[in-house]
């Protein structure tokens, strides 16, 4: 099978490493791709974002399967232009990928499914904002009502750092989300959804802030790790059976079935599982974590998402042990990273079992050197028999990694490590 994957991030990275693990994948592409991505697949230049441009390219290179990273091209209709080429595509229809490019769609689609969420308002006038705020809080949760890759989020027990967080989304012309704060230990589920076929990969746990002890600014993501000895087996399966399910049904009732990959982000309260957001494609840096424990041949899983017979494959396997990502950011990141610093020490192998390298923002210079190019500059992945020990791989792994201004968190899976995360008993 021939394969050309859309995106430039350390998810794509991770992609493209299981997809070459598949024997069944004889050709690999990346397009847009970065420095590392380059040493293990052919990468070619493309905008990923135009759905001509991306089946152009699929065509010359006379793939089998597209397969979409990140929300935007797919917000955007690039897996509708690639499958109306006749070219299988992982990822979802731009109708179906509203479930994370409208915050509105999302909610309607939840409640008539019966799903537990976060109360919300839209707030599109300055004028409003003061008395919406009133209706929620403490804590506040402000959110960008578009796409703003994790950055546009501010969750705060503080009124004033909440309005003006609103007040500078409204006066940049983004409507404003507000949500009831959901509150419990937070889950990633990505499903592999072929309308109402669903199958879960293993749960991670992001960790958003850009601090030590979830503090500062929200992030794209600063680490991750799978699986979650904290969380409870039936807790797994109320996620899968009474949330993913019940909105992979609903979709297809409204005759926008999903077909890619579904990522539900929970908080795990008294109540049980609440959903905090759905995306529509994999999750960045928990994919990372997930991919590396994968045993099963992901060409085949993702292929038969794309062409709607994920009923008829096998279950995915996964290795023993536990898998660790840390991300190592640039200086001012979640601000205007810094970019072009060169980077030593991060040589990803595509064969690491204790660690891997992984890239995110990388660029080759002209001379050769490797250089930052983005805010999220590389994940390091650890893997172990046990979380303790990917944790400890994964930092071993980073210490050897040289980026001027370069930072990253000390803490990624500890508090689940020492066993501080309890899923809290019902009311
Ligand atoms: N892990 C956060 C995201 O992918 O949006």
């Not at 905008?47 to 091209?73: M, R």
């Not at 546009?152 to 012309?173: I, Q």
């Not at 992984?358 to 001379?367: F, V």
Request: net charge negative; charged share 20%.
């Amino acid at each position: 099978m021939r394969v050309l994957v859309i995106g430039s991030g350390a998810r794509e990275h991770a992609l493209a490493l299981a997809l070459r693990r598949d024997p069944s994948v004889d050709a690999l592409f990346v397009a847009p791709g970065n420095a590392g991505i380059a040493q293990h697949a052919e990468v070619r230049a493309v905008d990923a974002s135009s759905g001509e441009a991306v089946v152009a390219l699929a065509q010359e290179l006379n793939v089998d399967l597209v397969v979409i990273g990140p929300e935007v091209p797919l917000v955007l209709g690039v897996a509708d232009a690639v499958r109306a080429a006749g070219i299988a595509a992982f990822g979802p229809s731009a109708a179906a990928a509203r479930i994370e490019g409208s915050k509105a769609f999302a909610k309607d689609v939840m409640n008539a499914a019966g799903v537990k969420t976060a109360h919300s308002e839209i707030v599109d006038h300055p004028g409003e904002l003061d008395a919406a705020l009133d209706r929620f809080g403490p804590t506040w949760v402000v959110k960008d009502d578009g796409l703003a890759a994790g950055k546009g989020v501010v969750v705060t027990p503080d009124r004033s750092v909440a309005r003006d967080h609103g007040a500078e989304l409204l006066e940049n012309g983004h409507p404003v989300l507000l949500e009831s704060f959901l509150d419990g230990p937070e889950v990633s589920l990505f499903c592999l959804v072929d309308g109402e076929t669903v199958v879960p990969l293993l749960p991670a746990q992001d960790h958003k802030r850009v601090g030590d002890g979830d503090t500062g600014p929200n992030t794209g993501g600063m680490g991750a790790y799978t699986p979650l000895p904290w969380l409870p087996e039936e807790t797994l399966t109320a996620i899968v059976e009474d949330v993913v399910k019940p909105v992979a049904a609903e979709m297809v009732r409204r005759g926008v079935p999903f077909s890619g990959l579904l990522y539900a982000g929970l908080a795990i309260g008294q109540a049980g599982p609440a959903v905090v957001e759905f995306n529509c494609r994999f999750g960045d840096p928990e994919t990372q974590a997930v991919l590396a424990m994968l045993d099963s041949p992901l060409g085949e899983l993702l292929y038969a998402t794309a062409t709607g017979t994920l009923d008829q494959v096998a279950a995915p396997r996964w290795k023993d042990g536990s898998a660790v990502t840390v991300v190592l950011a640039a200086e001012n990141y979640p601000g205007r990273p810094r970019s072009g610093d060169v980077i030593s020490g991060a040589e990803s192998t595509g064969t690491g079992t204790e660690s891997e390298v992984l890239h995110a923002g990388t660029a080759q210079r002209e001379d050769g050197a490797l250089v930052s190019a983005g805010g999220r500059v590389l994940a390091i992945v650890g893997q172990g028999k046990d979380l303790a020990e990917a944790r400890k791989n994964a930092y071993d792994r980073l210490a050897g990694i040289k980026l001027p201004g370069g930072h990253f968190r000390s803490d990624i899976a500890l508090a689940a490590t020492e066993g501080r995360i309890t899923v809290p008993s019902p009311a």
